[in-house]
């Protein structure tokens, strides 16, 4: 018959090559913001491999203005957790804020749930989280750039499958904002600029000659 420190030390060797447990069912917390990853003891698959993308409704947006930012699934593959931030291409830092603008429709039973919330990075609403581990075949929310901000952002998502099975850092296309756009609009409208300062002047010497013989 074994003894109580032998059956123990059985006991605790199982236990630690039992599965991680998955974690962070009801949202992802802020001290992941900027690993993203899910906590589940498990490596991130290959981003080659990922059934999910992150879509923008526009790559160009201006302070004020908000774009759709869509997560999705290929061949309606479910997920059932995600996080989503934005960050600026030249610096990694998190920025804008999103809006929850829907609710979501659970895959399995078609019940409508609040499927997303909030999750305040570095400012409020800086991110967004699941709220459950309710099977999903996407989201949609709204991103808003700062004010007098203008450079290049990319929307970053992570999207858990399952309990070990994961996605990290899965991107957009390239979004730009703020006075980079602005910059273009003006450049396409120079030459009627540059004609209208021409032609100012003109008109101004050509009143006397009317008055001239």
Not at 21 to 38: D, E, Q, R, W
Not at 51 to 80: C, D, W
Not at 113 to 140: E, P
């Amino acid at each position: 018959m074994l003894s109580t420190p032998v059956l123990l030390s059985s006991l605790l060797l199982s236990l630690a090559f039992l599965p991680a447990i998955p974690a962070y069912k009801s949202g992802a917390p802020a001290s992941v913001c900027h690993t993203m990853l899910p906590g589940h003891g498990k490596q991130p698959q290959p981003l080659a491999d990922s059934p999910y993308h992150v879509q923008v409704s526009s790559q160009s947006v201006m302070p004020g203005g908000r774009i759709a930012v869509s997560l999705t699934s290929h061949n309606e593959t479910e997920f059932k957790g995600f996080l989503l931030k934005a960050v600026d291409v030249e610096t990694d830092k998190i920025v804008g804020t999103f809006t929850i603008t829907e609710e979501e429709g659970n895959a399995s039973n078609n019940l409508t749930l609040a499927t997303a919330q909030y999750l305040n990075c570095t400012h409020d609403q800086s991110s967004i989280t699941h709220t459950s581990n309710v099977a999903k075949l996407g989201h949609t929310a709204e991103w808003s750039p700062p004010d007098q901000f203008a450079g290049s952002v990319v929307m970053v998502a992570t999207f858990v499958k399952d309990g070990y099975t994961y996605w990290v850092n899965v991107t957009s296309d390239t979004v730009q904002t703020g006075q980079t756009g602005q910059g273009v609009s003006w450049l396409w409208s120079l030459p009627a600029k540059i004609g209208y300062f021409l032609w100012y002047p003109v008109q101004y010497i050509g009143y006397p000659l009317m008055y001239i013989g």
